[in-house]
């Protein structure tokens, strides 16, 4: 980039960043008049808004959409976090003045449990005003990154709620980019922390490669073994098959999540561009692609699941118009839920029986009679709400909600559950296995009212019947396989497929970046034998559900997926492109054999892999954690009485350090803590990444705060000691640095500069080899 483009660019964000100084967090494009008579015209007739209240309505369109977190609900830490934001932060708030204005507070959303949503109108403005709001934000972010708050707009986390997820359930989020919905998915699955292993997972797929990327990065704050990121068309995603009492057997879901691609309208308060992007031609367009993907979501679900489709427009062609065609296609296999009583305090609006079409110029449509032929190709008869009344009567399309977003200061969404019943009348009996197929390259087996057959996609069994006289059948068919093609695999062909399908398509161009294998380790692999020896793994460890990223050469970093995972894994190999799963357990010290065992534990995958792991744990106080998270490498002589007679039992290497609560002191947290540490010569420390040593320090009552410039974090503890050394900064890339410069060498790093610097102490600490592998270590 040449310097006058940078100066440009440079302008452009100070440009930018004034023009946002004054709106709620996440808002900007302040010159950007909001206004759009189309728009107006349209909602006013369509009558979707109670009468008398259009003006609010606008109003509340115009106005910054206010910034909402939500405390990350799995953890058992979600209730030391909340005590945190309520006793340290939101009470100062309440009484804080700035320019002799009072600051509203942050307040809770009333329909959220257990107060684990909050909503705030401060903009970034006011936040640079305040030393406590700076610090307040600093804390959200710092928090975020770690995993444990989570922004998210408010009406986004409706349609998890309305799942109901139990941690048996095995679920599918469909469209699940950015993954702010997959994050409470994961979150519900995990609910008792004491089950390192939920025996459900989440499977979050997106089509947009390079956004499920995105996806990854906001699962992996959450450190799950259940969770899997595949990369595919969700309109013709593959059926999926597992091995069940030594049977193949079609995958269910039970619940899945149907966020389609949509409008935007309800988002015009956060995303100002579709003020000037809308118009009704966006849904006309958008309506077969959400019927589509709709009808893939109810075929692969298991009957007596749920499914929530949700949408973040107000238009009836991208609502109530999909749940309407969907259900008149089921024949009585599907059934909206009435979820009135499920969020005690949401404000709704119930979903409409009637509504009409407009197009781009202005000309409505009542009745698919009414259009001309010439329109044919772009409205198409499930536009319209079904001529027969009985049969529109008994869909009880009123248990739909709509969100407006004056009501309760929100954005707009559109929301239904529906329950399976029955098979889909197009696969009257289950699909079954083609038994000349190898398990590898099985054809998949349900057949799709709104699917073509590419080389990936579901094929018909001759034991399934068709639904030939169906219209939407052939609409968007040519469509659908071009799109199905950007996500799908090459698919390698034999004289056995050839034999028992359609002849294959093309090899097709791998779209996205090319991942590495995942490759399951065998339970007599020689890794095992110094891990089990070292940490002295229970009987029960699960030693097939370890994984690894590579066929070839040393196992840098160990992987962990839970046994249905890894079931799926092992039989979709080839019809799936996974994009990441697993946490990391183990990483590869390069002289780690001196110590007794070539593999240190990972801090992400500490919760999952410790209740199998019987020797090398210390149990510490609060003050010994409050000493490993604030100084860099202290004397085992530092620790309590009882840690350091721990401590001088065990020898060099990985260790756990675990803080069990004790019920009868209310003052400290009452979660269980566990860490990452190394037992050195004569020093111990503790390899967690900075921002998680931040929310440890928080809850165990240490103030953590990262002045202005960016120069350090200062904490301060003055029931206990004064003048403490700074938190120290490591990151997980850090610690890597700090891991391999330390090697066999008796000292302590400089974190600041990078440099190893000599010290009495003399701690060994070990050495990794290599960098993170990808984007997936």
């Excluded at 469209?175 to 519900?188: D, H, N, R, V, Y």
């Excluded at 966006?282 to 993907?293: A, T």
């Excluded at 069990?660 to 503790?686: D, F, H, M, Y």
Aim: hydrophobic share 35%; with cysteine.
């Amino acid at each position: 980039m040449g310097k006058r483009s940078r100066q440009r660019q440079q302008q452009h964000q100070n440009r930018d960043r004034d023009t946002r100084d004054n709106a709620s967090w996440g808002a900007g494009y302040a010159d950007i008049v909001k206004e759009n008579k189309l728009f107006e015209h349209y909602y006013m007739e369509l009558g979707l808004v109670p009468e008398g209240e259009f003006e609010q309505f606008m109003e509340a369109m115009r106005e910054p959409l206010p910034a909402t977190i939500r405390i990350t609900g799995y953890k058992s830490h979600a209730k030391e976090i909340l005590h945190c934001l309520k006793e340290k932060y939101f009470k100062d708030i309440q009484e804080l003045e700035i320019d002799g204005q009072k600051i509203e507070a942050p307040q809770a959303l009333c329909w959220y449990p257990d107060d684990q949503a909050w909503h705030t109108n401060m903009s970034r403005k006011i936040i640079r005003k305040s030393p406590l709001l700076e610090k307040f934000h600093q804390f959200l972010v710092s928090e975020t990154e770690s995993g444990n708050i989570s922004r998210q707009e408010a009406v986004s986390m409706i349609p998890p709620l309305l799942l109901k997820i139990e941690s048996h359930h095995k679920i599918l989020d469909m469209c699940a980019a950015p993954g702010s919905k997959t994050a409470q998915l994961i979150e519900m699955l995990h609910a008792d922390m004491d089950v390192p292993f939920p025996e459900g997972f989440v499977i979050a797929n997106d089509v947009d490669n390079k956004r499920c990327y995105l996806l990854v990065h906001q699962a992996k704050r959450l450190n799950s073994p259940c969770i899997m990121v595949v990369n595919h068309d969700a309109s013709c995603i593959p059926r999926l098959q597992i091995e069940s009492d030594g049977k193949k057997d079609i995958l269910f879901y039970d619940r899945i999540l149907c966020d389609v691609p949509c409008s935007g309208d309800g988002t015009m308060r956060k995303n100002i561009d579709v003020w000037k992007k809308w118009t009704t031609s966006n849904s006309l367009h958008l309506h077969g692609l959400q019927l589509r993907i709709s009808v893939r979501g109810v075929e692969q679900l298991a009957v007596g699941g749920r499914m929530v489709y949700s949408t973040c427009s107000l238009n009836p062609i991208e609502d109530e118009a999909v749940i309407a065609a969907l259900l008149e296609k089921g024949e009585g296999a599907l059934e909206l839920a009435d979820c009135s009583a499920d969020l005690p305090g949401l404000k709704w609006m119930p979903g409409v029986t009637s509504w009409k079409l407009m197009t781009k110029d202005g000309q409505w449509f009542s009745d698919w009679s009414e259009v001309p032929s010439s329109r044919h190709t772009q409205i198409r008869p499930t536009m319209f709400p079904p001529k027969d009344q009985e049969k529109l009567a008994d869909m009880h399309l009123e248990r739909c909600m709509r969100i407006l977003p004056h009501h309760q200061n929100t954005g707009g969404f559109f929301v239904a559950v529906l329950v399976k019943k029955a098979p889909m009348p197009w696969n009257k009996r289950n699909p079954r296995l083609r038994k000349d197929v190898p398990s590898s390259s099985a054809a998949q087996t349900e057949a799709s009212p709104a699917a073509s057959t590419p080389a990936d996609a579901p094929r018909l069994p001759e034991s399934v019947e068709g639904e030939e006289g169906d219209p939407e059948r052939k609409v968007g068919e040519e469509a659908e396989e071009e799109a199905s093609k950007g996500a799908s695999l090459p698919q390698e062909t034999s004289a056995k497929q050839e034999a028992c399908g359609p002849p294959p398509m093309k090899k097709m161009r791998l779209f996205g970046y090319k991942e590495d294998p995942f490759v399951f380790l065998t339970g007599d692999d020689p890794v095992f034998t110094s891990i089990q020896s070292f940490y002295d793994l229970s009987p029960d460890f699960p030693k097939l559900n370890v994984l690894t990223r590579t066929h070839e050469g040393k196992k840098r970093h160990l992987y962990m997926v839970s046994k249905e995972l890894r079931n799926v894994l092992q039989n979709n190999s080839e019809r799936l492109k996974v994009i990441n799963t697993g946490v990391k357990v183990w990483s590869r010290n390069s002289d780690g054999e001196e110590f007794g065992c070539a593999f240190r534990l990972a801090q992400e995958g500490i919760y999952t892999l410790q209740p199998y792991i019987r020797s090398r744990i210390i149990k510490v106080s609060v003050e010994d954690i409050k000493v490993l998270l604030t100084q860099e490498n202290p004397f085992l002589s530092k620790l309590e009485e009882d840690a350091h007679t721990q401590a001088k039992k065990l020898n060099m290497g990985s260790i756990v350090l675990k803080y069990i609560p004790n019920p009868s002191n209310p003052a400290e947290p009452q979660c269980s803590i566990q860490l990452c540490g190394w037992r050195g010569k004569t020093s111990i420390r503790a390899f967690v990444p900075r921002n998680e040593r931040y929310h440890y320090l928080r809850m165990l009552g240490v103030e953590v705060f990262r002045d202005k410039q960016g120069q350090g974090q200062k904490q301060r503890d003055g029931d206990k000691e004064e003048g403490k050394d700074e938190v120290e900064k490591v990151t997980e890339e850090e610690e890597e640095d700090v891991v391999a410069a330390a090697g066999n060498q008796e000292g302590e790093l400089d974190l600041e500069n990078g440099s190893e610097n000599t010290s009495e102490n003399g701690s060994t600490q070990p050495k990794t080899e290599g960098s993170s592998q990808g984007t997936n270590s």
